[in-house]
Structure formats: C-alpha cells, structure tokens
C-alpha cells in the first residue's frame, strides 16, 4: 500500500472534496446496493453537507500521490436529537442503550473504491478514525451480510452486533447495529485528536 496515504481531514476539506466523497461512496457502495444510485448519491450528499459543516467531524482519507481519493470514513460523536441515534437507542434496551450510545463516537461511513478493496486499506482507515478517539464506545450500522468483507473487518476489528436485522423507518433494507468499547479518557482528560490533514501514523 506504498502508494496510498493515510491522512486526516478536517471539515473544510472534506466540503471542499464533497464530489470525490460522494463518488467513492458511490462506486463502492450505492451502484451495488441501491436500484437507483444516481438519485441515492444525490440524496447522501445532501446529508454529507449537514454533516460536513459540523467542527466535530472526524475524517480520515486515503489518496494517492496524485491526491486521487480512493478510501474514507467519518464519524460524528452521537447526541439525542440525531435520528440514527434516536432509532436505534430506541431499538435497544435502556440501559444498553445507555452503555453503547451514551459516549460514542457513530461510524457514519467507510468506504474504498472497488480497484483499491483487499489491500488493507479499510482497516487502517477505520483505526486511524478510532485512534484516540475521547468516547467510550464506536457504533456503526453496516449491511445484514454476516460473511461480506465488511462484516469480516469490523468483527476482526472487535465490534460485536447489538441488533440483527435492523430495519431503520422507511427501509425494507435488513442492517447489523455494531458497536466497539474503546480505550476512552478519564472524564478530566482534554479531548486528544491529530492536526487534521496531517499524515497519519497507522499501525
């Protein structure tokens, strides 16, 4: 994986790239999974805007040296009031609900372009986004295909399903809810995370 980087980026970089964003996502995800991916990619980059003009973003790219985006993930620490949240703590038991989404940090998406799958390029992605992350817990909603390369990652990468064949309001889509505990910080511990846009250091 010589040829790809690992880097952070902030929010502003991750506006200002929006249409490589969404055209990874796309390719990756939408054109196998959805009927329509052109109006489904539309659809998520309006979401992706929202969520792009929040200071808590957290991002991590992967990009070659020509700066091509091939890889990314972005989380956003979970709040009451943001409708994953909000459905699937209230698909839980209280007090599960309470452990898992409490402090955590939701895994909005990860995705690498189909040329670049298999290199391990999704798994550094994902532990550079959780690397140092000040929350408890990580959780993610990832399609109900206990066998795709997916679910291998993130089970091989210690997320445990809290709810199987999920499905969110307004999808017939069946989804796995999976959260991961986390190193976390002591409660009077500053909140740590690496200059965005900076080369990260991956394991």
Known sequence: MTDVRIVRWS???MRARLDDVIAVYKAAFLDHHEDDPVRAARDR???ARRHFDRRDLRAV???TPDDELVGMTYGL???NGQWWHDVVAGALPEGTAAHWLADCLEVVE???LPGYQGRGIGRD??????RDVPHRTAALSALE???SRARRLYASEGFVPLLSHFQFPGSGTEYAVLGKELPGRDADDPPRSAPAGQPARVP
């Open 11 to 13: 929010p502003a970089r």
């Open 110 to 112: 990860l995705h690498v």
């Open 77 to 79: 620490p979970g709040k």
């Open 61 to 63: 790219a992967a990009v």
């Open 125 to 130: 992605l994902l532990r550079e986004l959780l």
């Open 145 to 147: 295909l206990p066998g």
């Open 45 to 47: 980059a309006t979401h």
